[in-house]
């Protein structure tokens, strides 16, 4: 979970100045200089004697690295390298001011990509992870679980390739681009899709009943039907709201959804947060002030970080679960091993007031039923020149004081384990055992 807190950046220290006219000061600016210049080497001489003695090996590493690498490296390919190795767990990371200038695009909800995410089989076979509300390959009907079988910047040019050649392509492709795609491993169902690159707002709810599925865009106020279509099997009276990530507008969509369900009288919500990976706090405790059931407070905590000098920080947040809910409301939950960060806290928020008792959480069972496990929450912190260090700062605790930190939800708490493959095919046979259990 990140939670935005970032130093000031350090202010200039000072305007540049004029320089003297007269060629007498000729000398004196010299002189001026050749004392700076001694001044500066001593005071290098002397910080370099003192630093740790391991912060020397570093600067030394990079300046030998420089001048003897058998063939030339540009300064900022070299850097790049060793701020890779910058990870003192698998949360923090170094950004240069251009890559952390992306990531806060995405983060805020503007997308500029083709919103494709892809994997690979043991055997080779590239499989779209996700695709990425409103985005240009969601619009263009690619789903979930799709093999990707060819590709081209047209349909005469389609050729094979593996997942590096295929994101390669799709980064130095500036225009459209065509995707052969299907469920079938062997292609038999394959069909081509044209990716309209263009920007967009990234829609992170996904709203189905057994009618329709809608996005909403909350920047433009409206709503628009999702390529995936109505949910078969649902309950008349139940909706099903997906958030994939705590970024950008997602709280607004949330609240949007909550209310539109509510107008069509479904009293029953089942939320899935299956591979969400989290985001900032600030959009978890907006999106966890609808879920508060039995908090008596007006704003009660909905997460505590704890840092490594025993300080504690409380968030929290309105309860609104009146707002949106009736006493007879039944949420369920759907996870697995990828949900993780804030979606764990938003199902402590969940279980710590009640609204969502264990045996309604369902887990995908691979290996073991569980959720990730990640309770701990990232600062990050901005040199002058623009570069952020993301650094975990502290770990989380849910309300009730639980810290699923390493741990996850487990199957042993009283969550239902469901066994179903990560991927959907053509049907999403996780949510169809879980709608069946319910019938």
Not at 37 to 55: E, K, M, N, P, S
Not at 69 to 80: I, N, P, Q, R, W
Not at 178 to 206: E, H, M, Q, S
Not at 217 to 246: M, N, V, W
């Amino acid at each position: 979970m990140d939670d935005e807190k970032t130093p000031a950046d350090p202010a200039d220290d000072g305007a540049p100045r004029g320089a003297g006219k007269k060629p007498r000061y000729a000398l004196i600016a010299a002189g001026s200089l050749a004392l700076a210049v001694i001044f500066f080497l001593a005071g290098w001489t002397a910080r370099w004697y003192t630093i740790d003695g391991r912060a020397r090996a570093l600067l030394w590493a990079v300046e030998t690295a420089q001048k003897n690498y058998y063939k030339a490296v540009a300064d900022d390919d070299l850097y790049e390298t060793f701020f890779d190795g910058l990870s003192l767990d698998p949360y923090s990371e170094y950004y240069t001011k251009e890559e952390y200038a992306a990531v806060s695009r995405a983060q805020s909800g503007e997308g500029a990509d083709a919103g494709l995410t892809l994997t690979s089989e043991a055997d080779g076979k590239i499989r779209v992870f996700r695709t990425r509300g409103n985005s240009p390959s969601e619009r263009a009907g690619i789903r979930a679980g799709m093999y990707v079988h060819a590709f081209g910047a047209s349909e005469e040019t389609l050729a094979e390739g593996d997942t590096d050649a295929l994101l390669a392509f799709v980064a130095a492709t500036e225009g459209d681009f065509v995707l052969r795609c299907g469920f079938d491993p062997a292609g038999a169902d394959a069909k081509n899709y044209t990716v309209w690159r263009a920007n967009y707002r990234i829609a992170a709810c996904l709203y189905r009943d057994g009618e329709q599925a809608l996005r909403y865009l909350a920047a433009e106020k409206t709503t628009y039907a999702a390529p995936i279509g109505a949910l078969e099997g649902l309950p008349e009276h139940a909706a099903y709201l997906r958030i994939d990530e705590f970024f950008g507008t997602a709280a607004d969509e949330v609240a949007y959804f909550l209310g539109y369900m509510t107008e069509r009288g479904k009293d029953e919500l089942i939320l899935d947060l299956r591979s969400n990976g989290g985001g900032y706090l600030h959009v978890f405790q907006e999106i966890a002030q609808y879920f508060l059931r039995d908090a008596e407070e007006t704003m009660p905590v909905v997460a505590t970080a704890r840092y490594r000098d025993g300080r504690e920080e409380r968030y929290h947040a309105r309860n609104r679960f009146a707002e949106y809910f009736s006493e007879g409301v039944t949420i369920r939950l759907l996870a697995d091993e990828r949900t993780a960060s804030a979606s764990e806290c938003l199902i402590g928020a969940l279980v710590s007031y009640g609204a969502l008792p264990y045996e309604n959480i369902y887990l995908r069972k691979g290996t073991e039923a569980r959720t990730y496990g990640k309770g701990v929450m990232q600062s990050s912190f901005t040199d002058p020149a623009g570069n952020v260090l993301k650094l975990t700062v502290a770990e989380i605790f849910w309300p009730d004081g639980t810290s699923i930190h390493g741990r996850g939800v487990r199957e042993e708490d009283g969550a239902v384990a469901i066994e179903a493959p990560l991927l959907p095919s053509e049907e999403d046979v996780f949510l169809t055992q879980v709608l069946a259990s319910l019938a």
